[in-house]
């Protein structure tokens, strides 16, 4: 599918992580709480590490549009409670999966070598997985720098997500590349009742 990034519409970037319906803390919303969330146009909706609920609750997930990204821990694949490799696949037909490492490690710990296994490994999984290009990196944890970003720029990635929601985009150019990075709003639970509540803190 067309890249979403290229909407110069969007205003905003929100962070989920998984659904339920009982087991509900910070990074699990019940899902009815989801459905009330009214999105538009201008929303880029992200969701981080992969769990299983995406599937379970995939057509609901769906009826929020076209601007949405899966950020996979590709190092979760298969296993309890996270998506499998034939539900990653067939999620993929309908939102664009991307990456979110290989194994969730603080980017600020590793060095370069390190930094560029996270970002290859996970690249390569999720290729053979969907047949699709891989271009998009949400840090885990959010932390990243510049250093990061350059060696990730030069193993094919081009879009970077963040949690610091006080900036929506930035414009970097590296050696000769153009790449963005995108703050992003953490939606999380119980919060609030609509959008807006969360979105009244990204300045």
């Excluded at 769990?51 to 997930?61: G, H, K, Q, T, V």
Aim: charged residues 20%.
């Amino acid at each position: 599918m067309p890249s979403i990034l290229n909407n110069n519409n969007l205003k905003n970037c929100l962070m989920y992580h998984s659904f339920s319906i009982n087991n509900i803390s910070r990074y699990s919303m019940h899902i009815n709480q989801f459905k009330k969330h009214r999105m538009n146009n201008d929303y880029i909706l992200t969701y981080d590490d992969g769990a299983e609920s995406l599937y379970n609750y995939r057509d609901i997930i769906y009826s929020k549009g076209k601007n949405q990204l899966i950020f996979i821990r590709t190092d979760k694949i298969n296993k309890i409670k996270y998506l499998s490799s034939s539900q990653i696949y067939s999620i993929s037909k309908h939102i664009g999966i991307q990456s979110h490492s290989f194994n969730h490690t603080n980017h600020f710990h590793l060095d370069n070598k390190q930094i560029k296994e996270q970002g290859n490994k996970s690249k390569k999984i999720l290729e053979d997985i969907t047949g699709c290009p891989v271009t998009d990196y949400s840090f885990p944890g959010g932390y990243w720098t510049f250093r990061c970003i350059k060696i990730l720029a030069e193993n094919g990635y081009r879009n970077f997500f963040t949690s610091i929601p006080f900036f929506f985009r930035k414009k970097i150019y590296y050696n000769g590349i153009d790449l963005n990075l995108f703050g992003r709003v953490e939606v999380y639970s119980p919060g609030y009742k609509n959008i807006q509540g969360y979105l009244k803190f990204n300045i």
